[in-house]
């Protein structure tokens, strides 16, 4: 049987290409393809690389700076922060000179505390940021890392603001004694309100002295000529790394003592009938090495005239008293020391500071009492920019309180004055 055409229904002979009753063509045509050059495949496909790759960089940049960012350094770092560059780091110095590391000299039997500051200073001029970085800042935290089998670990307090510019934008107090293992790492963790997270540390080791102990049932030091002689000898044959501290006994000593060559640690004592150790003649501390020392429990009893002690080196003077000087305790060459818990009594000038140093050590001049000078305290000349605490002082009936020619800084908030 023939086919019939499909659009017309005709029977149609054996291999027809038309129907011959309506014409129609009996094939499908069929469209060719364009022919495209073989060079032009690669080309497409490695635009599309491109392309590709240009989206995805684009997206990391957008990425990158959206996301939060991460900073660790040790000692110190630059930190860029709304177009502006700060200069962040660490110190344990009393001045602002960035630290990595940081060595401590300790005593086997000793107790001590050391203050870790945070600075941020604007990188182009160098003068204090620490406000303005604050205001972009969220948090900050402070830890020690250190050996988990130490015998006597360190201590870190909670950072807090100091209140003070000179200080930095902030402290942590360390707290160590001489068995304490070292070194131990001082991590800062600041966290800006962006998102950033800053990472800042700073070592702490501990280097062991050795301590000479100077006791009187061991050295002459009853009379004043004993007490110098001992003195010269400690200068001329001690070695300067070792700490010394001599152990006075509750004797008058009629006249002065010098020491000038190298720190000595001086502690009075006080008898069964509250006799307590006295000088009536003038002291002086001035020596060519001066790490920090002590003078404590001693009286300074002078006759109207002179300078009851003198201190050109770092020291602190705790629980003396001073009576009857022209100053009773004078603070000169280019040294930082601080009186505390100290009674000034009946002198011309109770305290005076007048160094031309920039050195700058603790700032608490606190629990003092000064009572009928003529004038209680002279802040004459004062090194640094840290403010003076006069907290727990007690000013009663001085001519004149506190004379401070220089408006250097001072805090008398917690002072009583009567």
């Not at 003077?317 to 818990?341: H, M, Q, R, Y």
Request: net charge negative; proline share 6%; aromatic share 10%.
């Amino acid at each position: 049987m023939n086919p019939r055409c499909p659009h017309c229904g005709a029977p149609l002979p054996a291999g027809a290409s038309f129907c011959p009753h309506c014409a129609q063509n009996l094939r499908t045509r069929r469209e060719m393809d364009t022919p495209v050059r073989r060079w032009l495949k690669p080309f497409k496909q490695t635009l599309l690389l491109l392309v590709l790759a240009a989206l995805g960089w684009a997206g990391w940049l957008v990425y990158d700076a959206l996301a939060p960012n991460v900073y660790e350094a040790w000692g110190e770092l630059t930190y860029n922060l709304n177009g502006n560059d700060y200069h962040l780091f660490l110190t344990c110095r009393t001045d602002a000179v960035p630290e990595a590391a940081h060595t401590m000299q300790v005593e086997d039997g000793g107790v001590y505390d050391r203050v870790s500051r945070l600075f941020v200073t604007h990188v182009d001029s160098g003068q204090d940021a620490g406000r303005a970085f604050s205001n972009q800042m969220d948090q900050f935290q402070t830890r020690v890392i250190q050996p988990p089998d130490s015998p006597s670990p360190v201590v870190c307090s909670l950072p807090i603001d100091p209140n003070d510019p000179y200080d930095g934008l902030a402290l942590t107090t360390l707290d160590f004694t001489g068995r304490s293992q070292g070194p131990v790492e001082v991590e800062w963790t600041i966290t800006m309100k962006n998102g950033d997270t800053i990472f800042l540390r700073q070592k702490l080791d501990f280097q062991r002295v050795d301590t000479a102990h100077y006791y009187p049932e061991d050295y002459d030091m009853d009379t004043i000529e004993d007490l110098q002689a001992l003195v010269d000898q400690i200068q001329a044959e001690v070695p300067l790394s070792t700490v010394v501290r001599i152990h006075l006994p509750p004797v008058t000593y009629e006249g002065g003592l010098t020491i000038h060559r190298r720190g000595i640690n001086l502690s009075g004592s006080t008898d069964g009938q509250g006799r307590r150790t006295t000088f009536l003649g003038p002291v002086v501390l001035a020596p060519e090495e001066d790490p920090l020392c002590d003078v404590e429990h001693i009286d300074f009893v002078g006759n109207g005239t002179g300078t009851g002690l003198t201190v050109a080196a770092q020291y602190r003077v705790l629980d003396c008293s001073f009576t009857g000087w022209d100053i009773g305790l004078l603070v000169g060459g280019e040294a930082w020391a601080n009186p505390k818990d100290c009674l000034f009594t009946d002198n011309d000038i109770g305290f005076r500071f007048d160094s031309g140093g920039d050195y700058c050590n603790y700032t608490d001049f606190t629990n003092n009492t000064f009572r009928n000078n003529t004038v209680a305290v002279d802040l004459l000349r004062v090194p640094g920019l840290r403010t003076i605490d006069f907290t727990g002082c007690l000013f009663d009936g001085n001519v004149a309180t506190i004379l401070n020619p220089n408006a250097h800084a001072i805090d008398t908030g917690g002072a009583t004055f009567t």
